[in-house]
């Protein structure tokens, strides 16, 4: 009895009990670069690690905006990405066509989590291989979703996901109670690009090249910054000892895949 035996579509499980698809979209994600989302008082923020496939092209956009009052970040497949971003733009824009008010991020990522689940469970299809992070705020406040390739999908203090993201999940366990108080902005930014420096190989740093910035909050919109308008974050953080553990990441290596952003 082999893997290949199991793999060949969604539908079919193995004698483990396992769906070896899900699992490979799950991998996915596992290959795709960091991201990094966290919840404060008053603002949900999201940081990302760009990648670019050569030294001639341009880093891959990773922070994609839905509303106003929400946005995610990526890992895994950018086509996927794409698909899933565009499904949660039009509902969004329904929802304010016939109630005239956002939609809350809870039912958003209720109705991603269900239109992910068909590609589980009709043979044919497949899993989408990408991993979000969803970062909104509504009536009840700032939000971050992490929504899995199994279709899953759970409300997070803060959560990283991507090549690496032991390290970051580690910084943010440690002060994962600290950040529900914290009501400046820019020191919520801060500790994210601390733990995003911790997902960076030992010859690597974060430059305004390769970092992209999202947030969102109350009486904020959701405002992406890139290039030069994240110098500023990056030079709060100068300062600072990184402390990258890249030995008890297992993932080390698995971002090299260029089919996965």
């Known amino acids: 009895m082999y893997r290949n035996q199991y793999d060949n579509d969604v539908t079919t499980w193995s004698p483990q009990g396992r769906i070896h698809q899900i699992e490979y979209a799950m991998e996915a994600v596992k290959q795709g670069s960091a991201t990094i989302g966290i919840k404060g008082k008053n603002h949900s923020v999201l940081v990302a690690l760009k990648r670019a496939s050569s030294d001639l092209s341009s880093h891959q956009k990773k922070i994609i905006p839905i509303d106003d009052h929400a ?10 990405a794409r698909i899933l971003s565009r499904f949660m733009r039009t509902e ?3 929802h304010r066509y016939v109630y005239g008010s956002p939609l809350s991020i809870s039912r958003l990522v209720t109705a991603v ?3 992910a689940q068909t590609g589980t469970q009709i043979s044919g ?7 979000l992070l969803v970062a909104g705020n509504d009536e009840k406040g700032p939000h971050v979703y992490y929504i899995c ?10 959560m ?5 993201s032991q390290s970051a999940r580690t910084y943010l366990e440690r002060r994962k109670d600290d950040f529900k108080n914290i009501e400046d902005l820019d020191e919520l930014i801060a500790h994210a690009l601390r733990a995003l420096r911790d997902c960076l190989p030992n010859d690597s740093e974060l430059t305004t090249k390769n970092v992209s910035v999202g947030y ?7 405002t992406i910054k890139d290039d030069e308008e994240v110098e500023d974050y990056l030079k709060s953080i100068e300062e600072d000892k990184p402390a990258v553990d890249t030995a008890s990441d297992p993932q080390q290596g698995a971002e090299e895949a260029m089919d996965t952003q």
């Open 149 to 158: 390739p199994s279709s899953n999908f759970y409300e997070c203090k803060c």
């Open 113 to 115: 989590g269900d239109k």
């Open 92 to 94: 969004c824009l329904n």
């Open 216 to 222: 969102v909050g109350r009486d904020v919109e959701f």
């Open 71 to 80: 946005g995610i970040s990526i890992a895994g497949l950018t086509s996927d």
């Open 160 to 164: 990283a996901i991507g090549a690496r």
């Open 125 to 131: 299809r497949r899993p989408y291989g990408v991993g």
